[in-house]
């Protein structure tokens, strides 16, 4: 019996959730011990590294010149986002500020939907109306003050649908040369945000070890993804694949042992459900 075609970009989708849930947690994780921007430069030195090798050995053909100049400003976009998310990260709690950024990568390719393909469903408008609750009762303060990461989480957000759009748009070309050619802009961007930075600190050999196999995750999530994207729905890829933060989350609860107030719980789940409700 042939399996139902809409199983295929399911399952890449899936496992791209697996594999950036735990790159952004051993990277949030590494990013309290060392400088974020000197991490993601390293991580995607290594993501470049592994697809290029992994495209050679694959003989996979190289992708036209528009899906490169598309594939290049994808990665300037996700590049500093994720830099930018890694230090919201280290700085606030990664079972809040994550699902902050997801929500947001999710709900901008699905406005632009709006403007294309029209007025969303009605279980999409209530999903809306669910992210927009879940955010606030996320970044409600509990002792009258602004929790950290949150805009800084918002930030990368903003740069993680940059990415999805620009992805979509390099069109059906071998996912592992989009994905090498992503990590050429992102490196390079990451590399002056490091040169920029006053509080730039040397890297210790765990975070060296954190930042490779962060990377070699991240850009395997990112092939996973442009192959959802190719075979099945964009708005299909970028939902199911936003919920990578419940990776993220439960990494944090079993591992780091972070505790939620009930408010903040029922906030997380309210943003985590709005993700497929927003681009079913």
């Not at 309290?32 to 030195?45: D, E, G, I, K, S």
């Not at 050995?57 to 590049?79: D, Q």
């Not at 996320?138 to 759009?165: N, V």
């Not at 970028?238 to 609860?253: D, F, K, M, Q």
Request: charged share 10%; with cysteine; aromatic share 8%.
């Amino acid at each position: 019996m042939t399996l139902p075609t809409t199983l295929i970009p399911t399952a890449f989708s899936m496992a791209a959730v697996c594999s950036w849930g735990t790159s952004d947690f051993l990277g949030g994780y590494a990013a309290r011990r060392t400088n974020a921007f000197l991490l993601t430069a390293l991580a995607h030195l290594s993501g470049l590294v592994l697809m290029t090798t992994v495209a050679l050995a694959s003989h996979a053909p190289f992708p036209s010149r528009a899906a490169i100049v598309w594939a290049l400003v994808a990665g300037l976009s996700g590049g500093g986002a994720l830099a930018i998310f890694y230090r919201a990260l280290s700085t606030g709690r990664m079972g809040l500020t994550a699902p902050v950024a997801a929500v947001l990568s999710a709900a901008i390719p699905t406005v632009v939907g709006i403007f294309s393909e029209g007025l969303p469903r009605t279980v999409q408008i209530a999903g809306f109306v669910l992210a927009a609750a879940g955010i606030w009762l996320i970044s409600r303060p509990e002792d009258h003050s602004r929790p950290e990461g949150i805009g800084m989480a918002a930030l990368a957000g903003i740069g993680f649908a940059g990415y999805y759009l620009c992805t979509r748009q390099a069109g059906a070309d071998s996912a592992f040369w989009i994905a090498a050619v992503t990590k050429i802009s992102s490196f390079i961007l990451t590399s002056l945000m490091v040169l920029l930075s006053r509080s730039a600190r040397n890297i210790d050999g765990s975070g060296i070890v954190f930042g490779v196999v962060a990377g070699c995750l991240d850009v395997t999530g990112s092939v996973l993804f442009i192959r959802a994207s190719q075979t099945g729905r964009l708005d299909s890829a970028v939902v199911l694949s936003s919920l990578y933060p419940a990776i993220t989350v439960l990494l944090a609860r079993f591992i780091l042992k972070e505790q939620f107030t009930r408010w903040k719980t029922l906030g997380l789940l309210a943003a985590l459900l709005a993700v497929p409700m927003i681009a079913l």
